[in-house]
């Protein structure tokens, strides 16, 4: 494996991880946003 198709697939990986970890975080934003208008309409 050369230098390069390292560098690049080292730099996908890295892409990947980051696009896949936004997502999470924006669906966990997005689920505790969702519940905790909920509670405050349950509670109010």
């Known amino acids: 494996m ?3 198709d390292f560098q690049l697939r080292r ?4 892409e990947f991880g ?4 936004n ?3 924006r669906s966990a ?3 505790i946003t ?3 208008v ?3 309409k349950v509670i109010g």
Do not use: C, Q, Y
Not at 11 to 14: A, L, P, S
Not at 18 to 21: A, C, K, M, P, V
């Open 2 to 4: 050369s230098g390069d």
């Open 11 to 14: 730099g996908f990986i890295h």
């Open 18 to 21: 980051t696009t896949f970890g």
């Open 23 to 25: 997502e999470l975080v």
């Open 29 to 31: 934003m997005e689920a």
């Open 34 to 36: 969702t519940n905790f």
């Open 38 to 40: 909920l509670l405050i």
